[in-house]
């Protein structure tokens, strides 16, 4: 697998994370009230949700900058 491969193979694994993370923020906020505290399928929710946005915390470490934020961190247009 080449690197744009695999870069557009991450910014698709990327998408999909942010997509399902904006479905599940959408769905704990249309979440019928009153909450019981014991309600197994909003902590699901709240659960998975959380786990996403660590995977996409950590995909985003992990991938450092990216190749725009390289060029203009090196000078862009104004490098000697």
């Known amino acids: 697998m080449n690197s744009?491969?695999?870069?557009?193979?991450?910014?698709?694994?990327k998408s999909e994370t942010e997509r399902r993370i904006d479905e599940l923020s959408r769905e704990i906020r249309e979440?019928?009230?009153?909450?019981a505290r014991c309600d197994?399928?909003?902590a699901g929710l709240?659960?998975?949700?959380?786990?996403?946005?660590?995977?996409?915390?950590?995909?985003s470490e992990?991938?450092?900058?990216?190749p725009l934020a390289l060029w203009i961190n090196d000078g862009g247009f104004d490098a000697a």
């Open 4 to 13: 744009s491969t695999s870069s557009s193979s991450n910014r698709s694994v």
């Open 31 to 35: 979440y019928p009230t009153p909450i």
């Open 40 to 42: 197994a399928q909003l």
């Open 46 to 59: 709240l659960e998975e949700r959380a786990l996403l946005l660590s995977q996409l915390n950590n995909q």
């Open 62 to 66: 992990k991938s450092g900058c990216t």
